[in-house]
């Protein structure tokens, strides 16, 4: 089966709702695409002495709400089409939680895992010195992703300062802390989420004190997801996680932060003590009260999407479930807390981060979590109040506000 494109689905998302919101011919057609976009080939001095080429890009997809804001993924399967559709998302996203942002994003097709934490170095700087010009927070400003970190945003803040010849931290935001780097950045993702698994409980009016929970996924937004749910739900028990080298699950509970300690030893989630091996795909259908999708595109489909047996979805990753998946999901009274709600909270922290750098005055990490929790409790409530009243599911809703919002801006400028 050939791969889904995730840039096709997120028109296909977009289509849906401007056709309920009955947005004009041109609007709708500048939503559909980039407003531009870069491509470079980027030649690396290997350890080795040899010369390996790269393909990096850069889209910015919108900038109507303000400068473009979003992150770079440094993968093996990269494409032109998944930056573009996680550029429009960031696009949704910005608007959503109402930050004066539009959306962007950027990677390079590499595998991290094969390369030295030299060659990572010059790769950063690689990608900086291509697209420095077009950067900066009047402009568009990167951050960290899959495969990405804190390390590789601080090359680049060097690289594009020792370029510009003066202090710009805001350029990039997920640095490390002494560099400029937010309190609360790390688990921003994964903390905007279970903010909104809460609020969707009292929506609900579950109860998730004693919640069953399984994460896919146990990078940044899943390790974190993993240790916080209990942390704010006030307990719960973790019935399995997983990576891309396959899952651990066990019935009776897995200790969240001794499974961050064992991922952090060995590399990966399999081989826990106490757990047995199961699969990505049987993961995702395990009986349980929250899943949380934390790895990449398109894993509820239409067919596995009836065998999903969770009461709440939360999106960690972005781009988890297709629209055929959706109505599904649906149908089945599935609660989804769609990704560019769920996953809002790492752009949030990142804009505090921006607007702290550029204050140069630091907040507490009390004060973040406090304008994070109603940035993301706000936008929530809005996206749950907008699906109850037209009886429709939260990812459309969810695109129904944001892209008021965009389609408003365009407006006001005189773009349509
Ligand atoms: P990460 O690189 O820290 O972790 C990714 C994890 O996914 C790793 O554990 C990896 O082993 C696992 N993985 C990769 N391929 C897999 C597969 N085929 N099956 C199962 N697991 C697989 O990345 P992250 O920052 O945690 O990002 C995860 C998702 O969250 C992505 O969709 C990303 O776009 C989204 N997201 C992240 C942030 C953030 O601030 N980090 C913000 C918003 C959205």
């Known amino acids: 089966m050939a791969a889904l494109n995730p840039f096709a689905i997120a028109q296909q998302q977009l289509d849906e709702a401007a056709e309920r919101l009955g947005l004009d011919r041109a609007t709708h057609e500048l939503l559909r695409w980039p407003m531009r976009e870069y491509h470079f080939t980027l030649p690396i001095k290997m350890d080795n002495g040899r010369t ?30 998944t930056i573009r559709a996680l550029a429009a998302w960031m696009t949704w996203k910005t608007a959503l939680v109402d930050i004066p942002l539009g959306g962007g994003k950027g990677g390079i ?32 400003v990167p951050a960290p992703d899959v495969y990405t970190t804190p390390q590789i945003m601080a090359w680049m803040m060097d690289e594009y300062e ?28 994964a903390r905007g989420g279970v903010y909104c698994v809460r609020e969707a409980a009292k929506a609900l009016n579950l109860d998730l004190s004693n919640a069953t929970y399984v994460i896919q996924g146990f990078g940044n937004a899943g390790q974190f997801a993993a240790t916080l749910h209990r942390e704010i739900l006030g307990g719960g ?12 699950i066990n019935r009776k509970g897995i200790n969240p932060a001794d499974m961050v300690q064992h991922k952090l030893e060995t590399g990966t989630v399999t081989g826990f003590p106490g757990t047995e091996l199961i699969s990505n795909e049987d993961l995702l ?19 596995n999407a009836q065998n999903i047996n969770a009461r ?8 988890p479930t297709t629209p055929e998946a959706d109505k599904i999901l649906q149908d089945k009274g599935v609660y989804v807390l769609p990704d560019f709600l769920a996953n809002a909270g790492g752009v949030t922290v990142s804009y505090f981060e921006q607007v702290q750098n550029t204050y140069n005055y630091y907040w507490s990490l009390e004060e ?30 969810a695109y129904m506000l944001a892209v008021t919002r965009v389609a408003e801006a365009c407006k006001l400028r005189g773009w349509v």
């Open 237 to 248: 028990t973790l019935l399995a996680v997983s990576d891309s080298r396959g899952g651990a």
């Open 312 to 319: 709440i979805v939360c999106e960690l990753a972005n781009g």
């Open 109 to 140: 097709t590499c595998n991290p895992k094969e390369l030295s934490e030299a060659e990572k170095e010059r790769l950063a700087r690689a990608y900086i010195r291509a697209i420095w010009r077009e950067l900066g927070v009047d402009r568009d």
């Open 162 to 189: 020792t370029i510009v010849g003066h202090s710009h931290p805001g350029v990039i935001t997920g640095k490390p802390l002494p560099i400029g780097g937010s309190p609360g950045r790390t688990d921003a993702t």
């Open 285 to 303: 259908e395990l009986k349980c009260d929250v899943l949380y999708p934390a790895a990449l595109e398109a894993v509820i489909t239409d067919r």
């Open 368 to 397: 973040v979590h406090r304008q994070l929790d109603l940035k993301m409790s706000r936008a929530f409530h809005d996206v749950h109040e907008m699906s109850q009243k037209l009886k429709t599911h939260n990812r459309l809703a």
């Open 52 to 81: 390996s080429i790269f393909k990096g890009y850069r889209v910015q997809y919108n900038n109507a709400r303000g400068p473009t804001k979003g992150g770079l993924r440094w993968h093996p399967e990269e494409t032109i089409d």
